[in-house]
Structures are given as structure tokens and as C-alpha cells.
């Protein structure tokens, strides 16, 4: 995956409070029995500390002497893109909004920014309190999409993804069809209840893993809002593998064999790796959001 090296990235939708600290040092998600659920749930994608049960609060990260707001200083152009993993960050947001932007205007919908926030440790939003091993998640009750990229050190060497740039951009396009759910009101089918393969939540997570392969369909191709160039400038086969590899090693199955040792379907809360791998690419293969209705 190549960026465009004389493309301007734009940091304000990146929030950079990395070495910030909540008021008090609290956390919610503690040691042993505690912070493993929290772990294995949090790495699927998407689970948001509502829905883990952690603490209520709300408490917002203050910043210390070593929140420098990295990216903010750093992270100027795709040339910073293509050295540093986390001015790819940015230019990944930047990429997947200008998709959904645009794509929205072409239906007649206006789509409505979402910030990314870059943390290390723990952090307050507007769904509680969490940490790090809650992984990557999206939280409607503010709609910011939050993001420790120690993650993708623990994608590979825990759940044995191969890694690479576009598996990182894999996790953000997927929090971002999130995102896009929360916009067009189907993210609350979630919330019925139930666990297993047919569930609002796996179905929910499909979903969202469809969008992000419709963005990666037209990442080379969607015109970059300020200079009418894609940011993206090239996207490989060997890109997607390793976004279908990420995908797969979050599958719950893999996840389950992994850490317990056996896979009970009942208890499927985001798919199986084979699932998240088909919806990933029949966004990819379609390019259209409409073939991602997952609630069919």
C-alpha cells in the first residue's frame, strides 16, 4: 500500500493522546480472569467498553508533559504515510472519509465526520472507561473510532497475523463501517440480546467488515477532497491477503480454538474466520454497500 507523497494529510480528524493519563489513574479493566475476557472479547474489533460492562464513567485522558500529539507535528504529507505507522494512521482516516463522504453525497445522505483517537494505556469516552486490551472500537456515544497501535504488535504476535500496512487499514476501515451504521441507523441491531452465528452482533460485525472492503475497493481511485488525487496511489493482491489474513485471526473460531482450546458457535459474537473473510471480500469484489446487507 503507497500513498502519495506530495498529498497533504489532515490531522484534525486524528486525536493524538498518546502518554495522556485519566485523572486519578483509574482503570476498569484489572488482571487475571478480568483482563483476559476483556482481551479476547476487545481483539475481535469493534467492542466498545459499553458492551464489555466496564465502568460507566466517562472521565476524559488529561494530557501530561509527554502528550506531544505526535502526529500532529509529524504527520504532514503521504510521504510521512509511507515511513511512519502512525501518519499512516491518519492517512488511512483521511482515505476511508473521503470515501464515505463522497459515497454518501451519491446517495443523497450527508456523512458526518468521525475523529480517530490515538491512545496508549487507558482511556475515557463517552462509553466508559478502557484499556488497551479492549483493542480497537468504535463508541457511539461519542462517535470516535479509538485506537492503541500497540495492537497491531499483539495482532501478530498473539493471534498470528502476518501483519503488513493494509492490515493495520483493515481495522480502521472496519471501525469506520461502524461508523457508517451508527449514520444510517443500523448499529443498535447489535443489541438484541442474543450471542451465536446468527446474532445481531456477528451479523452487526460482518457487516462492518463488508464496508471496509467496499473503501478498499475504491481507495486508488476516490479522489482526495483538497487536491482531487487519491491518497491511496497503489493497493496489491498481496495487500488484501493480508487484510484477509488479519480478519481471519479475529475470527471467533481462531480466537477460540487459540485460547480455549475448543469452537462453540453458540457463543459467536463477531464470525468465524471464513465468515469475515467472504464479507470482507464481497465488499471488495461488489464495491456497492448495498450487497453488504448482512440482516438478510
Known amino acids: 500500500m503507497q500513498f502519495d507523497d506530495d498529498a497533504n494529510l ?10 495522556s493519563r485519566l485523572p486519578g489513574g483509574r482503570a476498569t479493566i484489572g488482571g487475571g480472569i478480568v483482563g483476559l475476557v476483556a482481551l479476547l472479547l476487545g481483539l475481535f474489533f469493534g467492542v466498545g467498553p459499553d458492551q464489555l460492562g466496564l ?18 507535528q509529524s504527520c504532514r504529507t503521504g510521504r ?8 499512516r494512521a491518519v492517512a488511512v482516516v483521511n482515505s476511508v472519509q473521503d470515501y464515505w463522504t463522497q459515497e454518501f453525497r451519491r446517495r443523497g445522505r450527508t456523512y458526518t465526520p468521525s475523529s480517530t483517537v490515538l491512545f496508549s494505556d487507558r482511556i475515557g469516552t463517552a462509553c466508559g472507561t478502557a484499556t488497551s486490551a479492549v483493542g480497537p472500537f468504535y463508541c457511539p456515544g461519542d462517535r470516535k473510532v479509538y485506537l492503541d497501535l500497540g495492537f497491531f504488535d499483539e495482532l501478530r504476535s498473539k ?7 493494509f492490515a493495520q487499514a483493515y481495522v480502521i476501515a ?39 472492503g467496499v473503501w478498499a475497493r475504491h481507495a486508488t481511485t476516490t479522489p482526495d477532497e483538497s487536491t482531487g488525487r487519491p491518497l491511496i496511489t497503489s493497493l496489491t493482491a498481496a495487500d488484501i491477503r493480508d487484510g484477509l489474513d488479519a480478519a481471519a485471526a479475529v475470527g471467533d473460531d481462531r480466537i477460540q480454538e487459540r485460547f480455549q482450546g475448543r469452537v462453540t458457535p453458540e457463543t459467536w459474537t463477531h464470525g468465524s ?6 464479507w470482507f471480500q464481497q465488499g471488495y469484489r461488489t464495491g456497492d454497500m448495498a450487497r ?3 440482516f438478510r
Open 10 to 19: 489532515d490531522t484534525s480528524e486524528v486525536q493524538d493522546v498518546r502518554g
Open 55 to 72: 465502568s460507566s464513567g466517562g472521565d476524559q485522558a488529561a494530557p501530561t508533559s509527554s502528550s506531544l500529539a505526535q502526529v500532529q
Open 80 to 87: 510521512d504515510a509511507n515511513t511512519r505507522y502512525d501518519c
Open 159 to 165: 493471534f498470528g497475523a502476518s501483519g503488513g500496512p
Open 174 to 212: 472496519h471501525e469506520y463501517g461502524h461508523h457508517v451504521q451508527d449514520l444510517l441507523g443500523v448499529l443498535g441491531r447489535s443489541q438484541d440480546g442474543l450471542t451465536g452465528e446468527n446474532s445481531g452482533s456477528v451479523r452487526t460485525e460482518l457487516q462492518a467488515d463488508c464496508y471496509a
Open 273 to 278: 474466520a471464513l465468515q469475515r473473510q467472504q
Open 292 to 294: 453488504c446487507d448482512t
